[in-house]
Nanobody, 121 residues
Framework: VQLQASGGGLVQAGGALRLSCIASGRTFSSPAMTWFRQAPGKEREFVAATNRSGGNTNYADSVKGRFTISRDNAKSAVYLQMNSLDSEDTAVYYC???????????????WGQGTQVTVSS
């Protein structure tokens, strides 16, 4: 599976961004998909995950109520809608797959290249 993330950029605090991740190279509809992020000087952390149908999701406590993960299997795509952004959300965001049980401790086999999100205060 090859994963290509996009949609990052510079946004003011309180603003919104939508990240996209396009998968190729394998049947996309199978795996649970996830987003992770890594801020400067910090370890990579789980952000959100969604199952095959998109009907089940899991979020890190820090983004609950602000971020929404979704997917479109027809387009082999997974999205991360990020609202009410603040400086703590500044990081490189990675899409990855699979995420077993949608667990925040999942260890995906496949990773995209990452897209930078910078929130200015």
């Amino acid at each position: 599976v090859q994963l290509q993330a996009s949609g990052g950029g510079l946004v003011q605090a309180g603003g919104a961004l939508r990240l996209s991740c396009i998968a190729s190279g394998r049947t996309f509809s199978s795996p649970a998909m996830t987003w992770f992020r890594q801020a400067p000087g910090k370890e990579r952390e789980f952000v959100a995950a969604t199952n095959r149908s998109g009907g089940n999701t899991n979020y890190a406590d820090s983004v609950k109520g602000r971020f929404t993960i979704s997917r479109d299997n027809a387009k082999s795509a997974v999205y991360l809608q990020m609202n009410s952004l603040d400086s703590e959300d500044t990081a490189v965001y990675y899409c990855a797959a699979p995420c077993q049980y949608l667990s925040s401790r999942c260890i995906p086999d496949y990773w995209g290249q990452g897209t930078q999100v910078t929130v200015s205060s």
